[in-house]
Every structure is written in C-alpha cells, then in structure tokens.
C-alpha cells in the first residue's frame, strides 16, 4: 500500500540546537482514542499509532519544523536546529489504515483546538512561527492553511517550499516517473488554444472581522467636537448629563446689583445647533476717501433704518442692505459670480433642565459656563439668608412652580423686585444644594477589556530565545469614560491634574524633563532687581502653573488597605502629562536638562508601573519622599488605548520641541495602515479619526510633553482636577472680568479668588485651586441626581423648620405679658369671647413645614403638641 511522509533512519543531528513552545494552543482531548491495532474480520486495520519523540519520523518532522521555524526568525545560519519536543497537547501518530500485512501508513500531528489535523511539515510551520511569536495566540495572527483559509500551494511557495502535487507527500517507489508521464500526456493540448471567454458569479472578497468592542457614539461625538479642528468662535464645550451654570436674562435683582441672582445651576439636557445669518465682512476701499466701505462684488452699503440683525432661527431683517452700484473697472464680475451678502454662522444650543424647578433654559453658547467656572458671591449668599422665614416659599409644587426665566416679567410696582428675589430665595437655595450634592459624586462608565501583554523578567543565558518570548496575557476591564462632580469626562480628554509643574521632578528624572524656564521674551520685561533675585528667577516659567494629562486609560484596580487587613479599589488613569510652557520658550538642550540620577537618586523600576495598573498585589514598599500616587516607570501597555495608533519612532528631543498639534499631524501621516489581523484590542474608531489632537492652548503658552515618548504616567484618581476648556477666559461673560484684571483691585481679598478660579481653569495656576472634591461613588448620573435632591432638600426642610420653630417661639414669648395684662383687666369675659393662642400667631407663619419636600422622613420635633 502507498504512505505519505513515512520514512526510516533518521537520527538526531549532532551538536543540535533546541527550541521550545513558550505557548501552545493544544488539549488532550483532540488526541485520539483508537491507538491499539484491531484487526477485522476482513483482516483490515485502522487506527492510530502514537510516535515517540525518538522515533525516526517524529525526528524528521522535528528536523524539518525547526531548520525553517529558525530561518523565518531570522536566527544564525549553518546550525542544526530540533524543536525539542511538540507544544503541550500535541502529539504524534502514524495512521494505519488497509490490509494488516501492507496498511497504508499517514503521517500526522494532532492536538490544536484550531486545526483537526497537520498533515506535513509545510502544513504546520507556519503555526508554529505563530506558536512561538504570538504571546496573545490571537489566532487571526496565524498564517497556516487551517486558520488562515490559504490554499496550502501558496503558504509553501510562500515559505519557499517546491510545489507538489499532494502537499508534503512523496511519490511512492517506482511510480513517480510513470505517473508525471501520464499526467504531463494527459495535459498535453489536442488543438492550439483559442481565445478564453467564459461567464462566472463575481467573487466577493471575504469580509473583515469587525472589532468585537464598540466605541459610544456620545463619545465620538464629544471628543470630535470639543478636539478637531474648526473655525467656529466656541467650542462645543459641554456635554449631556453636566451641570453648568446659565446666564438668566434678565437676573432676579436683589438689594443690589453684589447681591443679584445672575445665574442658575441646572443639567444639560440636549446639545444642538442655531444657523444665523450675519452681513458679509466688508473691506476698506481705496476709492472711498470719507471712511465708508465697499463690498468685494462691486456693492456699497448705505444705512438704513430698521430692524435689528435677525433672530436666532434668521428671521431678523439686516442692519444694512446693499445697492449695486457700477462696478469698479478691472473688476467686471458678472452678477451671478459675485459672493452673497451674507454668511452663516452656526452656535451650539443648549437644552438645560434647571435644578429645583419644573422649568427647562434654552440657552446658546454665549449664556453657559462651566460649573467650576462660577460661585456665588458672599453678598448673595448674605442676601439669601436675610429674607424673613415667613417670605420663603415652602410647598414643594410652589417650589417646582417657580420660573426663574419667564417670557414677560413686569417690574411696574416698587416692589416687584424684592417680592421676586424673596420668593426665588427657596427654589435658588435648594438649586445650590442639589449641585453641591452632585459635585461630590463620582462613578466610572461604560467598561470594556482590555487585553495587555506584561513582559517577563531577563531570562538566563543558557535559555533559549523563544522561551524568553514568554509574556503575561492581562485582561483588565478599562472604562471609556467616567462621571466626576459636575463633569462627564471621557478618555482622550485633556485634564487638569491637582499637582503644580514644580512639584513633579523640579529638577528632571530620567522620565520626567525638567520645567521649562521663562522664554526671552519674558525675561526682556524684567528688571535688574527681578534678574538678580534667585527666588524670583526660579518661580518664572512652568513651575509655577499647571499640570495636564491627556488622558489615555481608566481601570480600577485593588489597593491594600493602610491597616493590611484588607483591599479596597481606587480608580486610576493613565496618559501623557503636559505643561505649560512659554510660546516662544526653546529647549536649551535635547532631552532632561537636570536628572535627579545625577545626585545619586535610583530610577524606579518597571514593576512599579505595573502596579500602579493592579497587576501586582501587595505593592512592594516604597522608599521615603516618593509620592504614593504617582508612578513613573516602562510602559506596561502592549498596545496604545482607543482612538490611538502606535507611537512613531520620533526622537525624544524632536517630539519635546514640536508644538503638539503638529506632532499629531505627522504621527497620522508617518504612521502604517494596522493590519487587519492585527490583534483587536482596541474599540471601534472611525478610520478618518488617526489621533486625538490637543485643544489650542491659552494665549502665549503652548503644551509641552514633560514624558519622553512610549512612557505615560499612572495617578490615582483623586489628583484630577478636571476638564480643559479651550480659550475660557475669551467668554463673553467673563470678558468684563478678564478686562478687570489691569486695575488695581485684581489682589483684593474678595476679588482674587474669582480671578486664581479661572486661571486654574486654564492652567495657568495649579489645578488643586479649582478641582473637583468627588469622593463619593455612586452607580449612575440619575442616582447622584436623585439622591442629591432627596438628602439636601431634607437638610433644608429641617433647617426652615427649625427656623420657623425659632421665629414662633419668639412670637409666643413676646406676647406671654399681653395675655397676663389681658386676663387681668378682663376678667369677666365670655368663653366665646376668650383670646386664645390662636388668635396671637402670626398668620404668615404656619404650621406646615418643608419636611414634606420629598419623601425624607423628618427631624423628630421637640415642641410640644
């Protein structure tokens, strides 16, 4: 009977060189069962003998998979190269099979859960390269017939093998010669061949395997609006679900314009935009002497009386309406060529629902401001507290009933003014309090795993190259965003972090580079006095402002508890930290300036980065002075986070001084296309969107990488402040503010926190003066809304009932004496005509209190029934 592959008298080569399986994909239960010979009644066999490893066919396979396994990797030539033995869960066999004197005997190996059978070595080789360089055994990474769907011809052509007609088999004695004479007379044309034409279904390629995570299309959206490019005024900075402040138009006056309510807390509701037309921008004309302008088609405006600039939906008439006029020569546009009068610019719209009401704000750009942004002044505060208890509204529908914007407000009496701040004191204050309970609530969102490769320690010098291939495979579950305080924030947001610059590495570590000085520019406004003095000289620059994080990865990880007796978990994130550095200021040197290494400071090793990710528990004990929260370290992370390609290979001292806009730009250019069998451990992403770039930066400063690239740093999530926003301070309403900072009153005690509020926003002061407090974790955004106004609405009903409670027991005391002189002088009256207690209260306090505002169960009282 004819075999296939089976041969005799192979011996170990001498002086061999092994190489070993790090990972396998085999399981003993593929192996086979039928392994003993039983012969039928026919006298046929069939079953399955197992090969040793020194059996001479299993040598030969061994031989032959590892001369090409070697080759392939690249690894010296003129070696005798053995696989050692088979990766776990393989095994051997001879499959004999006909007559028990002459079977027909199949060389195969079996084991892997991905292929039934190898039938050559041409057939396994490539899944043994992928065996031994594949530590994720993704199995989309294999090249073999089996798990590739390749017609074999092409995978051993491929692999440099000669082509065959049964893959692997050799042609048995003394037919090979006959049976290619008759094939090669049987492939013999009869007649010249004409021309081919024939009709067959399309082919259709062979659909890619989509990714098996997906990314939200909310935050998509979020992230492409707040980071890409655009020529719009403002961003669209806020998101559904944040709290903001709204501009009221016009405020709730109060007793004076300190003490006005100008905005009102409340919760993004929906995020659109508004098309409105506005007059083309109109350019001087050389022909016009007297100042009047011309339009570029050849028009000239002339004023006219009328309505204002259309309204927001672009219904309003124009301030001034354009007359042709004769064309100025050399510039002969033909009426249908000539640009339109008008251009249209779009603004982001906001829906808010407004805490504490039943009233919902449409607001646009120009009316919202972030929650951190903006506090109550003290007058307002002061003014809040004065208004009589007997004036403050207390039933929970007048309480949602109040509208803090209403179409029509008249203010024709004298009075209206302090009737309507009175009676917006209640629904105001429990506004305030239910975005005070919000704020402190914090909770991840939207999960999704990860998987990373965490390499293994150096491996010895006699082991082998592929055993020290061996990695861990980590699944760790990531979030793609998460809910801090008022802010929904997503990764690849660019947040603050609570840290100043001069408080991370102030003199530069092998991972972190020093802060940048000032620029010459800012040095030329110096005095002498200023250049001479040290201490001044140091605070310039970076170290005195913020720090920022594009954020990469957010995981929650396991952390021992101070006593050791137990585990709790904090969330941490992960990315790249920013700085703040002058404009024009330049690197005065490639790479770290001044390294701590210099004054015998150790680096930190890898592992610590590692743990920071909760891969190794118990962290091991680190040394006095460091900073617990802080790790820096290697990179643990085998593949970049969502929306993120692999780091080009830009060196450390171009990527510190390339603006980082720019440097995103020729990352997405220089960067290869991922291949499609690429392992799939990132989320869905458009193939538009390569890399996230950095919002604009404040005027006169520019963000600066401190991290040289591939490292990233790890920090607890309590050092985040919050979210960047972009050119805050050109807000419209914080203009006048802005304006105010050249007087003389910006260090004021009652001024200066306003203004170190903003300027923490834009990092030009430390994050920890404007940060979010969240502490307390909830699972949604509607439990931290619910439970904030459930437990601060009965904060403030025991507070003005305890007020009212003070405010009769007053009235009781004082009227105690009339009562006596009363009795006294009338003595003789009827019992219909008795003055009771009754009779004395104040009608404008009543019984009722606001304990009844949601369903909270009330203080116990302690005035008697």
């Known amino acids: 009977m004819s075999s296939r592959g089976v041969a005799g008298g192979h011996t170990l080569p001498p002086d061999p060189v092994y190489l070993d399986f790090g990972k396998s994909d085999g399981d003993t239960k593929q192996l086979p069962t039928n392994t003993k010979e039983v012969v039928g009644a026919d006298g046929q066999v069939n079953y399955m003998k197992p090969l040793e490893l020194d059996d001479s066919s299993n040598i030969h396979w061994r031989s032959q998979v590892a001369m090409k396994v070697a080759e392939r990797l690249g690894r010296p030539s003129g070696k005798n190269y053995v696989l050692r033995s088979w990766p776990e869960g393989y095994h051997m066999y001879c499959h004999l099979k006909g007559k028990q004197s002459s079977p027909r005997q199949d060389l195969y ?22 065996l031994m360089t594949d530590p994720t055994l993704d199995r989309r990474n294999c090249e073999c017939k089996y798990c590739a769907k390749v017609p074999q011809r092409v995978i051993s052509e491929n692999l440099g093998y000669k082509h065959r007609t049964t893959p692997g088999s050799s042609p048995a004695p003394g037919l090979g010669v006959h049976r290619v004479g008759r094939d090669r007379e049987r492939r013999s044309p009869r007649s010249a061949p004409g021309e081919y034409a024939t009709v067959r279904r399309a082919p259709k390629p062979k659909p890619e395997k989509g990714p098996t995570q997906v990314m939200l299309q909310e935050r998509y959206a979020d992230v492409q609006a707040m980071y890409a490019d655009t020529n719009a005024e403002m961003r669209r900075w806020f998101r559904v679900g944040e709290l903001v402040w709204c501009a009221l138009d016009p405020p709730i006056r109060g007793t004076d314009a300190t003490a006005n309510i100008t905005f009102w807390p409340g919760l993004v509701d929906e995020c659109s935009f508004r098309a409105e037309t506005l007059p083309r921008p109109k350019s001087p004309s050389i022909h016009s002497a007297d100042g009047d302008f011309e339009m570029e088609d050849g028009t000239e405006s002339v004023a006219h009386v009328g309505r204002g600039i259309g309204s927001s939906n672009g219904a309003g008439g124009n301030v001034a309406i354009p007359y042709a006029i004769t064309p100025h020569s050399g510039n002969p546009k033909p009426m249908t060529e000539r640009p339109l009068p008008w251009t249209v610019r779009q603004k982001n719209v906001y829906k808010v629902k407004l805490l504490a009401v039943n009233h919902d704000y449409i607001a646009v750009e120009t009316q919202v401001l ?66 005070a309970g ?37 699944n760790q579950t990531r979030y793609q965003g998460l809910w801090l305080g008022a802010e929904r924030i997503w990764t690849d947001d660019l947040v603050r972090l609570k840290a100043a610059r001069g408080q991370i590495a102030p003199k530069g570590t092998p991972q972190i580079f020093a802060p940048s000085g000032p620029s010459e520019t800012s040095i030329a406004t110096f005095t002498p006095e200023q250049l001479a003095d040290q201490e001044f000289m140091k605070a310039q620059g970076a170290p005195g402002r913020g720090v920022f994080m594009q954020l990469e990865a957010l995981f929650v990880v396991d952390v021992p508890d101070a006593s050791g007796a137990g585990v709790h978990a904090e969330c941490r994130g992960s990315g ?39 891969l190794s528990t118990p962290p091991r004990p680190r040394k006095s002075g460091m900073t617990p929260e802080i790790h820096v370290g290697q990179p643990f992370m085998s593949a970049p986070s969502p929306l993120k390609h692999l780091p080009s290979n830009q060196d450390t001292a171009a990527s510190a001084s390339t ?22 451990m990132q989320l869905s992403r458009s193939s538009k969107m390569s890399a996230v770039p950095l919002p604009p930066a404040p005027r006169g400063f520019r963000f600066r990488p401190i991290l040289p690239d591939g490292h990233e740093v790890v920090v607890s999530l309590a050092l985040v402040s919050g979210r960047y926003y972009p050119r805050l ?26 203004y170190d509020r903003l300027f923490a926003l834009e990092g030009i002061l430390p994050g920890f003066v404007s940060a979010s407090e969240a502490t307390r974790w909830k699972p949604g955004r509607a439990t931290m809304v619910r439970d904030a106004a459930a437990e601060r609405s009965a904060v403030l009903a025991r507070v003005w009932d305890a007020r009212r409670r003070e405010g009769q027991e007053a009235v009781a005391t004082q009227q105690e004496p009339v009562l006596g002189a009363a009795a006294a002088t009338e003595p003789s009256q009827s019992q219909n005509e008795d003055v009771g207690m009754q009779d004395l209260e ?8 606001l304990t009844d505002l949601q369903e909270v169960p009330p203080a116990p009282s302690t005035t008697a029934a």
């Not at 390499?455 to 061996?470: F, I, M, V, Y």
């Not at 603006?659 to 799939?680: G, L, S």
């Not at 301070?729 to 503010?737: F, M, T, W």
Request: hydrophobic share 40%; net charge negative; charged share 25%.
């Open 109 to 130: 190996l079996l084991g892997s859960v991905h292929a039934k059978r190898f039938r050559s070595v041409p057939e396994f080789v490539p899944h043994a390269l992928w």
């Open 370 to 435: 972030p929650y951190h942004s903006y506090k109550p002044s003290y007058d307002l505060i002061q003014a809040l507290q004065d208004v009589p208890i007997e004036r403050i509204i207390h039933k929970p529908d007048e309480i949602a009933a109040f509208n803090p914007c209403p179409p029509e407000l008249s203010n024709a009496e004298p009075s209206a003014d302090d009737r309507r701040f009175a009676e917006s004191t209640a629904p105001y204050t429990l506004a305030l309090e239910i975005a």
């Open 438 to 474: 919000i704020e402190v609530c914090w909770t991840p969102t939207d999960e999704w795993v990860f998987k990373m490769v965490v390499p293994s320690g150096p491996s010895d010098a006699g082991e082998t190259s592929a055993r020290a291939l061996q990695a861990s495979v980590v």
């Open 576 to 614: 790249m930290l920013y700085e703040l550095a002058d404009e024009d200021w330049e690197e005065l040197q490639r790479g770290v300036s001044t390294s701590d290494a210099e004054n015998g400071e150790p680096e930190i090793a890898a592992q610590d980065a590692w743990t920071a990710a909760g």
């Open 659 to 680: 603006p980082p806009r720019e440097r995103n730009k020729e990352a997405a250019a220089t960067t290869a296309r991922p291949d499609a069998d690429a392992p799939n």
């Open 729 to 754: 301070l050109a807000h419209p309403l914080l203009r006048p503010i802005v304006r105010n900072l050249q007087g003389d009153d910006v260090n004021e005690p009652t001024k200066k926190p306003v």
């Open 842 to 849: 104040s009608p404008a306090i009543g019984a009722s209190t």
